[in-house]
């Protein structure tokens, strides 16, 4: 096995070989005497799967130059392909000496061996039987979000042994659930090895939502029900065939902008030990410290080429090797910024732009970080989609009742044309989202006015509280069926707006069941019941609902254009490919969108002129719907338009009834449709 470590400033390298019944026996140090480029190296006959390893690193120890070398401490491989298990916390896995009135300054020479987990040489053949990344067109993608654990803890049909495993994942029943469910791509939080933060550990909590990676090419062992000498990087793989056999791409959540190695006072695990100026980014006259514009201590320096190369290479590993079919990037901004401002066309973005193989996968941003100017929806490359928090605001807004122009409303409901239409991107860059992992879940986001923190043990001051005005009655649970029945409503017109919506949608998983976190919007250290799905809870209404509504877009091109609407007379059409209406049934004018905030808005799409996927250009005949979108406190009179734009109507949605769906009811151009306080209708033109 050829062994291989990149350090710019290091003065000796060696590799530590563990084995025994002791997992931290060292039964060998190999000095690293070859050097080529500033990558040491070494060739040892006779290393199989399942070695465990680890390395040394000598060099200055000079925190106050940004150097943080100590030999004493064991190190990860950055290349490893497995590590045997988490870390266990101990005063020797900090460089310094932890309570020396000197803090970082200090020394610790003690050995960190028995603390440190091991990175593991792995096998890594797999009979993947011809399995191949899905490459299911971007407009035709659902995206759900989940976790790993969270998703089948709790599943009472997952073998006991399986649940909130990777292999649990990958059971019949749950991919079953998924294909019935509609959606065609599984987003996973971190699956990359990552650090639980001490100060959680010694509360009794842990960083369960993985945003702290230590190991960009290692299947957490956390989610492995087989073991963590490389028996978790097979069952990873085994997940994504099983995923893939059922039709569902992978997308997986990335952690490139920062490290859980935290700030000058965190522990010394891989990057810190092997080139602390080279892997990070520091204070430019102050390198003891570090540039954080994650809010976690530190940012990656994608300024230095072997930063740049092991992120290309992680990225690479996981399409080529584990099959995964994109991925999202967390805090993308980070990852553009050259110097010290975000740069579209940063060198991580112009290599992901020219890469062969990442060049072809789905790439989706988070485009922000904490930051200044690192607030860049809208901004990104053409070949990337991004988390449109614009989006997931104004929806929110729009049905809680908080005042803003209409004209919003009605720009994020058809793709977002102000932010990504200037860059000659297209409806397909917009991730529509009303919840994610971060934040309340839908069910609480219509129940809750506050949130509810307390469980994570920082006096509910963490997590941000802009709830208000949603008018759900009382906090939490309630036995009044008037809270009750506008709670459900309004999780329906949340989910109607989304999947009714021009560009992709994302869903959180467990929102169709109507979970609930019991308004906690920042369970990322709760790995207990307050997270994970409990699947014996299931508000069986809202699932069917959003089954058939997800099943209605897909059924509906007319709701998943590729190219932006023109509001003019479509050619052979006759009307526009797009109308908006007041409730009098007249089409609006500029004044009307200028005019105060009104919360009321019908909207005609014609599903005549939509682009073919044909390659002969032949337009696809779709039905065209008359979109009612009610979000006042009253009912209010829809006058339906005149003839030009149909003669008849067929009632299909109704957000006000229990389930959503009607169907019989036909209406003339016209005559009145009386719409439900805080509610959606959808009608499909007969003729």
Request: glycine fraction near 10%; hydrophobic fraction near 35%.
């Amino acid at each position: 096995m050829n062994f291989a470590l990149a350090s710019e400033n290091a003065t000796g390298v060696e590799l530590c070989l563990f084995d025994g019944p002791d997992e931290n026996h060292q039964i060998a140090n190999n000095p690293m005497t070859e050097v080529t480029d500033l990558v040491w190296h070494i060739y040892v006959p006779g290393i199989g799967p399942g070695q465990r390893y680890g390395f040394r690193v000598h060099g200055p120890y000079e925190p106050a130059k940004g150097l943080r070398f100590n030999r004493s401490k064991l190190l990860l491989d950055p290349y490893a392909k497995a590590i045997d298990r988490p870390i266990l916390w101990d005063d020797t896995l900090f460089g310094y000496r932890v309570g020396h009135h000197r803090a970082d300054l200090s020394r610790d020479d003690r050995d960190s061996a028995r603390a440190m987990p091991k990175s593991v040489v792995i096998d890594p053949s797999f009979d993947w039987e011809g399995d191949r990344l899905l490459n299911i067109p971007w407009h035709e993608t659902i995206i759900y979000e989940l976790h790993v654990k969270g998703f089948t803890k709790r599943h009472p049909e997952v073998p006991e042994e399986l649940r909130g495993t990777y292999a649990g994942l990958s059971c019949p029943t749950v991919i079953d659930y998924l294909r019935s469910l509609g959606v065609t791509a599984v987003e996973l939080m971190p699956v990359h090895q990552f650090v639980a933060d001490r100060h959680l550990v010694q509360r009794g909590l842990t960083n369960y939502w993985g945003y702290n990676s230590i190991g960009y090419f290692a299947p957490d062992v956390r989610y492995s029900s087989s073991g963590g000498l490389g028996e978790q990087v097979r069952e990873f793989k085994a997940m994504v065939k099983a995923l893939h056999a059922g039709g569902l791409e992978v997308i997986l959540d990335v952690v490139y902008n920062h490290t859980g190695e935290g700030n000058q006072l965190g522990p010394t695990l891989c990057f810190r030990g092997v080139d602390n100026a080279a892997y990070y980014r520091l204070v430019a006259d102050k390198p003891r410290y570090y540039m954080d514009y994650t809010g976690c201590g530190n940012t990656l320096n994608m300024t230095n080429p072997n930063t740049l190369q092991l992120i290309m290479d992680s990225l690479r590993y996981w399409v080529l090797e584990m099959h995964v079919d994109g991925f999202r990037f967390d805090l993308a901004s980070a990852l553009a910024r050259e110097m010290h401002e975000v740069d579209r066309l940063g060198a991580f973005l112009d290599i992901v732009h020219q890469d062969p193989v990442l060049s072809q996968v789905k790439l989706i941003a988070e485009p922000w970080d904490l930051g200044e100017g690192g607030y860049q929806v809208g901004n990104f490359p053409r070949q990337w989609s991004e988390w449109n928090g614009k989006y997931r605001d104004t929806v929110r807004d729009y049905w809680r009742g908080v005042d803003q122009k209409l004209a919003e409303f009605a720009t994020r409901l058809t793709g977002s044309s102000d932010l990504y239409k200037p860059g000659r991107r297209s409806p397909i860059a917009s991730i529509n989202f009303i919840t994610a992992h971060d934040g309340f879940t839908l069910r609480d986001l219509v129940s809750y006015n506050d949130k509810h923190n307390d469980a994570n043990g920082d006096g509910n001051q963490d997590g941000t509280n802009d709830n208000r005005s949603w008018n759900c009655g009382a906090e939490g649970p309630s036995d009044d069926p008037e809270i009750n029945a506008l709670r459900s409503r309004q999780q329906r017109n949340l989910l109607a707006t989304l999947f009714l919506s021009q560009g992709i949608p994302m869903l959180l998983a467990g929102d169709e069941l109507g979970r609930t976190q019991n308004g906690n919007n920042n369970a990322y250290c709760q790995d207990n019941e307050i997270s994970w799905l409990n699947w014996k809870q299931v508000d069986r209404e809202l699932l069917e609902f959003t089954r058939r509504l997800i099943a209605f877009r897909r059924e509906h091109p007319v709701f998943r254009r590729r190219r932006w609407f023109q509001g003019r007379p479509l050619r052979g059409v006759g009307v526009s490919d797009i109308g908006w209406f007041k409730p009098d049934g007249q089409e609006m004018s500029d004044e009307d969108w200028n005019n105060g905030f009104a919360k009321s808005l019908g909207v005609y799409l014609n599903g005549e002129g939509i682009p073919s996927p044909d390659p002969m250009g032949n337009r696809v005949i779709d039905h065209s719907f008359l979109l009612l979108f009610n979000a006042h406190h009253e009912a209010l009179l829809f006058t339906l338009p005149a003839r030009d734009w149909g003669k008849s109507w067929s009632l299909i949605l109704d957000t006000n009834t229990a389930t959503g769906w009607i169907a019989g009811q036909t209406c003339r151009a016209g005559e009145s449709l009386k719409v439900a306080a805080r509610s959606v209708v959808v009608m499909r033109r007969v003729d």
